[in-house]
Nanobody, 122 residues
Framework: QVQLVESGGGSVQTGGSLTLSCVAS????????MGWFRQAPGKEREFVAG???????YYTDSVKGRFTISRDNAKNTWYLQMNSLKPEDTAVYYC????????????????WGQGTQVTVSS
């Protein structure tokens, strides 16, 4: 059974940092695109960052320069380093995986984690 489990969420003040982790089990994702998404209260889930199996990365404009996505294929784990956090970054963050980059960027990934809450206070 494939599972993606996020961790690392929490509460920080504006300008703070957090690192989210997503550990996958049940299969290897070394050849998959991996992504991070978020959903704020009352809003639709949105793409945040993605990474290919050869470490090409891409971000939504609002997090460029502040967030960094990375992966460790040996550990079947990927990360989202979040710096200079803002209140508008408050959301439940989800990790996801798919063989298609388009599925990641279109919010249609085949595998999803359960989410971890990030709260940024002003």
């Amino acid at each position: 059974q494939v599972q993606l489990v996020e961790s690392g969420g929490g509460s920080v003040q504006t300008g703070g940092s957090l690192t989210l982790s997503c550990v996958a089990s049940g299969r290897s994702f070394s050849s998959y695109y991996m992504g991070w998404f978020r959903q704020a209260p009352g809003k639709e889930r949105e793409f945040v960052a993605g990474i290919s199996w050869i470490d090409n990365t891409y971000y939504t404009d609002s997090v460029k320069g502040r967030f960094t996505i990375s992966r460790d294929n040996a550990k079947n784990t990927w990360y989202l380093q979040m710096n200079s956090l803002k209140p508008e970054d408050t959301a439940v963050y989800y990790c996801a995986a798919d063989q298609s980059r388009q599925s990641i960027t279109n919010n249609r990934a085949g595998y999803w984690g359960q989410g971890t809450q990030v709260t940024v206070s002003s």
